[in-house]
Structures are given as C-alpha cells and as structure tokens.
C-alpha cells in the first residue's frame, strides 16, 4: 500500500494508504438510551471503585482505546502513537491514562473538534511515512465537565433551551497503514473562526460558522460537493447550530446542505424525551458517533462516503468571565467505505 | 531537497528535508534581565492597553509569531499550518490569537514540553509531505499562569526551595521545507513516566525521570551517545531536576552526563541573583530559550549538534487537590547546523 500526502489546498491535504482498522465506544447510561444506543460497544456504569468524577473519566477512555485495540486484534506494544486529547484542564484524562499505556503520546486539543483533530493528524502521519499504527482518542463526562466549566450541579440551576447536554462518552479508533474497512481520503484542518458570540450556553451557533468554513474549504480542495457524501456529520452543533449551518450555507455560498448534513451532538440523545435541549456535546459525543453509529454505517449500512467534521468552542470559564466572544474551530476528515478489496 | 521520515525505534522518527528558517522570541523585564537577555528579539512591557494577563500572554505568543515569520521574510498566508499551545485553561492563548492569524491550526498540549511537541508534530508533517511551511510556537506569563495554577500574588505565600518560577516568554520557530540554517535531524516522541512524586511545588523531580526516558531513547535509535551532540537541554528541570537526571542517567544507564546536559530553566535566569529558586518553567521556557539563545549557539556559536529534550509535568490544580502524583513526559527534537550549504 504507497502512503503518501499531497496538499490540495489551504490546510487539506489528500491521503493514500491510512485505514480505520477498528474503533471502541464507552458510553454512559443516558446515552446508551438514546436511539444510537445500541451501536456502542459497552454502557459503562460506575464500578464505585471510582472516587471521582476524574477517575471516572479515565476509565471511559482507556475502555475505549482497549476494545479498539482488541476489535483490531492488535495489542498495546503495536501502538506506535497515541493522539487525543479531553476537556478537562491540562489534559489530565489522556495523560493519566498515557501513564497506564505507556506509549509515545501527543496531546491534542481543540475542544470538541479534538477527535477529528487526532484523526487528522494520525492520517497525515501514517501517510507521510512515519507510524504505521496510531490510536487517536477523545473522552468526555458529563458531570466532571460540568463541575469544572459550569456550576456545581447539586444546586439545580436551571439550564437554557440552547444549552447542550456535555455526554458521557469515549471513543477511539485504530488507524493504520495495513488495508481496512475504511479508508482515510483527505483532511483538511481548521482556522479559528468567531462571528462574535458572546453566549457560553449555546456553543452550538458560535461553532457553526467554523463548521461552514472547514467543510467548505474540503469540499473545494477535493472538487466535490455534498452530493458526494452519504452524509456529512458536523461534531456538536445540535439541533441550533445545524439550523444555523444551513442557513450560512445557503446565505454565504448558495448552497442547500439540507439532505446531507446532520449532526452528532443532534443524534446521539432523542431531543424530545431525553431532556438535553439543544442536544449533545463533549470531546466524547463525536468520537463515540462516529465509533459506533457513523463507522457502521460505512461498514455495513451502505454508505460509500462520509465526511466527518467535528467542532469546537475554544472558550475558557476565564475569557467568558472576562466578556470575550467564543472562537470556533472544526476539523474535518473524509472517510470512504471499503468493500470486498474495492477501490484498493 | 528529498523529504522523507524514517521509524528508528520506539516514538523515534529520522526526518530529511525540514529546516528551521528563523525563531521569534519575547520575553518579560525579569528574563531580559537574566545572563540570555540579549539574546532575545523583544523584551515586552506592559503597554497599558492590555486588560488582562491572559491578554498580555496573547500579545506575547502574537508578537513571537510575527517576528519569527518577518526574520524568515515570510508573510502570514505562506505559513500553511501552526501548531502549538500554552499553559492556560483549554489553551485560550493559542486559540485567541488564531482568531489573529486565521491559519489553519493544531492545539498541541504537554504542558512545558509544548514547544518541542509542536516542533517534533511540525518536523514529521513536513517531512511526510504535508505542509512545506510551518509555525511552531508555545508561550507562557508568569502571572496569568500563577492565578490560574496557583494562589493570588497578593497573598505574598512563600515559595519552595524547589519552585519554579513561571516564565513570561514566548518562541516561535518556522520549520520548511526549503533549506535553511538550521536542519531538523530526528524527533522522539515522549512516553508518560510516573515515578509518584506528589508534590506540586516540585516539578524538576517529577519530570526528570521523563527526561531520562526519551534521551536515553532517541539516542539509542540514533545509535548515539551524549558525546555526539555539542549540548543536550533539557525543558524546565531547573537545578534541582538537572540533579536528580544525572544521577537516574548514572544509576540506571551507568551513563555520565555532566558534561553535556544543561536545562532551559537552569540557564534562562541567574539562580543567585533572581530569586527564583529553581529555576525557570513555563511552556514559553524553552520556546524562547531555543528560538534566542539556543538557535544562536547553532548558527553563530560554533555548535554543530543540539538536542533539545523539553519537559513537562501533567497535573492540573485538581489532580494534585485529589492527591495523585505528577506524570510527566519529555519530546526530544535533534538539530544539526547548517554552514555554508555542507550536508546539504
């Protein structure tokens, strides 16, 4: 198989000879109650052994990154590199867990858009030559989240109907130069977008702008359109940063995303029943979308083609605190199903 | 010029055709005080205008960045990516000042070994044929990063004999693929290493061990030793953690060190005159103290080999709160000086 990177475009890049081997998925109860629920490899309910929220958190993710590992039939000393990253301060999750794998670790972040960023840059470095199997990673928890970025939860403030619900969710996948049954095509990684949106309860509508802007750029550096794709899956705009996207597309570039674009944070819970508003978010919500629901679709439900565009609001509790706007980013990845040698 | 990257070992990576063309660096009033204050392009003051110390840590990383890219007679649209980070919460820094810049960008987080895993990340995607020209940046003020890490100023709490005092300093190197004065040899990128050191105000300790790990492995896949290289420097062992390194490479390699290893933290201010006791850390540390003094040993002072070995220790105020110990890695980056177009 030739790896090989080409640019084709302002920071999309065209990929030979990088696959998704397999993918792990942890989630927590409310999410393996959603409608996806049954896609996800393992609901994770606390063992009790657990004494924080933290540690907790650190379960999820290493779970994930194990059953990847073994759906690929590989094991840990085959690991060249692992990339992720979470949203707690300094990375902690991915770190504390690097401590149990011990293998070579980048961490990553980029909010919510971390997994399709370790995706990215997994891709690029096993096509331009150097690892031939990565893990890239990302984890997120509703209730350590939230008592690092919101308030403490035992005093029932009263949420916003753009809020998303932070998931309990991991995700990790195996990418790698041997042949698997999906390919990585081409990536293109975003720039800071922000639109001046000042609202930390809807992240959704100042990520949006970034989601146009990165999926935009990758489908003009490959020559497509939308029509190209099953579907494209933007990270965690919920159901009003989708609403948002669509109207970008069609005010700023004429273009009607409708049939095609969906998105994780919107799919994951049953908006209706499930009580999260505006829908999910979290580094984990995209990673676990795509590990469970997404690659089965590519694997066994037909589709030929996805694009995969994660987003993140790159705010911190200080610059919303300090009045600042939330900038935005989004990286994408263009994923291809592979079947029966096809196309190889 | 050939780009190509090699696997030579475990998180060890040989890489042709990728040069560092020019570094930008800035630093507050205390470092341009220390013995390498002229080395350095800028020493930065408050201009007033800057509301915040989290601002001032974005006019520095900003000011790096256009310095490094002015000494390489290169404009903003011709760097196709930039990678780095910084230590405050969710790397704002980095994101609000590519709000600035607008390129697309990677968030990269090892706390102080930011720097050399945006220039490792930097070196591979360039020699994999990725992106011909790349920006690689970490900053860190030492205020912003006190009230975030620990406790307000103002309470005038006594610091340890083994603190580190957090730099104000920003560097930015710009890595391409067209020749330059100094070529980037090989990367190794760290492992996670715990020896269960728990106290927080002493981070040269728990990180030495890391450092340790990733010379004694990229030396090792370069077939290698100490002797090859004019200067290995560590990150921010500061003097306490340059200690406890040659003894872990005595006692457990049986190797002698004292001769070659020095430490950016160790260097960057007089430990007897600066009242710093330690040393300097910080994720701007070892950016600057490569982009300035460094880089001017390489391409002016005679040296002919540096490796530049960065560390960084991965707690959060929380996880030291819960009573965990400190993990800690090290991404080691070997350069080579480029005279009068030899080895080229």
Redo the contacts between chains.
Sequence with gaps: MTR????IG??S?AVEGVYILASGTVVGDKEAQGPLGHYFDVTWSPSGSS??F?REERELLQRSQEIALAKARLDWPAV??VLG?D??????TT??V??AH??????????CATFT?ALA?GS??V??????VVLASAVSHHYAAER?FRYPVELGNQRYPTSSWTATAAGSSVLASAPGPIAVEAV???????YGQKDPNDYGSAMAPAAVDTIHRHLRALGRTVEDYDAIFTGDLGEFGRRLALKLAQEELGEDWRARLDDCGRVLYDLQRQDVHNGASGAGCSAAVFGGYLSHQLTQGGWRRLLLAATGA??????AQ?G?SI?S?AHAVSLRAERGGEAR
Tied chains: 1, 2.
């Design positions: 090989r990177v080409a640019a302002e920071g890049y004494r924080s933290e060249e590199l990253g949203l707690l301060d300094q990375l902690v770190s504390f690097g401590r011990g293998r070579p670790l980048l961490g990553m972040f980029a909010a960023e840059v690029l470095l096509a331009g030559g150097g690892p031939a690092q293109t990684i975003g720039r800071v977008v922000d790159l705010l911190s509790p200080t610059t300090q600042e900038p980013i």
